[in-house]
């Protein structure tokens, strides 16, 4: 069956860095597009960052632009979420989403708490 595993998620400092990654199985991992979308209690989840399956352009919020990176391992089928440069706002869950056609798959969310 199709499963999306994150992890890598964890307490940090602001200013600090970790690196998000989703294990992928139960599909073609490389013919989607990937994207990490982030959620706090109470608001809407948040499209943080997505990559193509085509050539892997890549896109990201504008609250995250030039601190977080969007990566894929098409042989591993992982895709990676590079953070940088931590922020208590950056604080949520964090879900990995494998999207193409009609298929669209979630991971179960990787908690992320930045504070001092």
């Known amino acids: 069956q199709v499963q999306l595993v994150e992890s890598g998620g964890g307490l940090v400092q602001p200013g600090g860095s970790l690196r998000l990654s989703c294990a992928a199985s139960?599909?073609?991992?490389?013919?989607?597009?990937m994207r990490w979308y982030r959620q706090v209690p109470g608001k809407e989840r948040e499209l943080v960052a997505g990559?193509?399956?085509?050539?892997?352009?890549?896109s990201y919020a504008d609250s995250v632009k030039g601190r977080f990176t969007i990566s894929r391992d098409n042989a591993k089928n992982t895709v990676y979420l590079q953070m940088n440069s931590l922020k208590p706002e950056d604080t949520a869950v964090y879900y990995c989403?494998?999207?193409?056609?009609?298929?669209?798959?979630w991971g179960q969310g990787t908690q992320v708490t930045v504070s001092s």
């Open positions: 139960g599909f073609t991992f490389s013919s989607y597009t």
């Open positions: 989403n494998a999207r193409r056609a009609f298929a669209n798959y």
């Open positions: 990559i193509t399956s085509a050539d892997g352009s890549t």
